[in-house]
């Protein structure tokens, strides 16, 4: 499934042009302009997913680029995309932005649309419910798995290319992965028990 | 173990799906895409002044300086030398001055 919305994205450039960009980018800012405007909406969703706010992932995405641009010269191709190094780039500024603020990284994605379906106003509530449950239910989780679930269903990354980004294998991500699903799916039925009970208690 | 809807109804592929359906991309606006896009050009792509213009502006520049100095210095030189024509043509009128004295004659 997430091959298949790779493929669909209009924007998305085959592997060989990417390289050939890349290649180009080093001199040519035309080229790394192409780059940018594959790149830009990924890399801004996943430090807004990071950073909570538009105003902070604003910020955060400029350095980003400026920082790549500096760089492009250095950048080597090792078999896996461009936008890893890009993503790697985000996640050390992103990482940086967390320890200078000097708090947790926790976030609230208040200003997030959850989609619903206007055909069924009273399932929509139910799954309007079941999707606040679940946003919450990452807030509370770590970092790094909060950065792996943005990475897999926001950006739909593989596992190698997660692994590029977190500095982890293949496998270990794949582990993380599941034990991060289990940590969820109990968040998610102690918070539906919360509620639950806060409603019996009205 | 307390009633929640997840404790049966949320399989791995469930879970996954609610995943896929909420966890959604946040767009930037097109201002801000098309301003950091323009920054990344602007700063590295085109810039105002090449070596070969600064190069070119800077001698251009020092050599008016040089102009500027010299014309500063004839004007200079000028006003030296009518202050000077100034001074002897007082030295000249001065009704004290002495005759110069002829050759003796023996």
Redesign the interface.
């Given at each position: 499934m997430m091959a298949a919305k790779k493929r669909n994205d209009p924007s998305a450039l085959t592997r060989e042009e990417e390289k050939e960009l890349v290649i180009r980018a080093a001199t040519d800012q035309e080229a790394f302009g192409e780059l940018y405007s594959v790149n830009v909406r990924k890399i801004y969703s996943y430090i807004y997913y990071r950073v909570g706010n538009h105003h902070n992932a604003q910020d955060l995405t400029a350095r980003v680029f400026h920082r790549a641009l500096k760089n492009i010269h250095k950048y080597e191709d090792r078999g896996i995309p461009f936008s890893a190094w890009l993503y790697r780039i985000a996640h050390n500024l992103v990482a940086n932005f967390h320890r200078d603020q000097n708090r947790r990284q926790t976030v609230s994605y208040d200003s997030i649309t959850i989609p619903g379906y206007n055909n069924h106003p009273e399932r929509e509530t139910i799954e309007h419910e079941e999707r606040e449950i679940l946003l919450e239910a990452v807030q509370t989780l770590p970092p790094e798995r909060q950065e792996l679930l943005i990475l897999k269903f926001i950006n739909h990354l593989s596992n190698a290319e997660i692994g590029e980004i977190m500095g982890r294998t293949e496998g270990a991500v794949k582990s993380l992965y599941h034990r991060t699903l289990v940590s969820l799916r109990k968040e998610m039925i102690r918070l539906d028990v919360n509620l639950g009970k806060k409603l019996e208690d009205k | 173990?307390?009633?929640?809807?997840?404790?049966k109804a949320?399989s791995?592929k469930d879970?996954?799906a609610?995943?896929?359906?909420?966890?959604?991309?946040?767009?930037?606006s097109d201002v801000?895409?098309n301003k950091?896009?323009g920054?990344?050009?602007k700063?590295?792509?085109?810039k105002p002044f090449s070596l070969w213009t600064g190069l070119a502006v800077g001698a251009s520049a020092v050599l008016i300086v040089a102009m500027a100095l010299g014309i500063l210095l004839r004007f200079l030189l000028a006003g030296l030398g009518f202050i000077n024509l100034l001074i002897q043509r007082r030295s000249y009128r001065k009704p004290s001055r002495q005759p110069s004295e002829g050759p003796v004659s023996l």
């Open positions: - | 173990m307390a009633r929640s809807r997840f404790n949320l791995t879970l996954e609610l995943l896929s359906s909420t966890l959604v991309p946040v767009e930037p801000f895409i950091l896009r920054s990344l050009v700063v590295h792509g085109r």
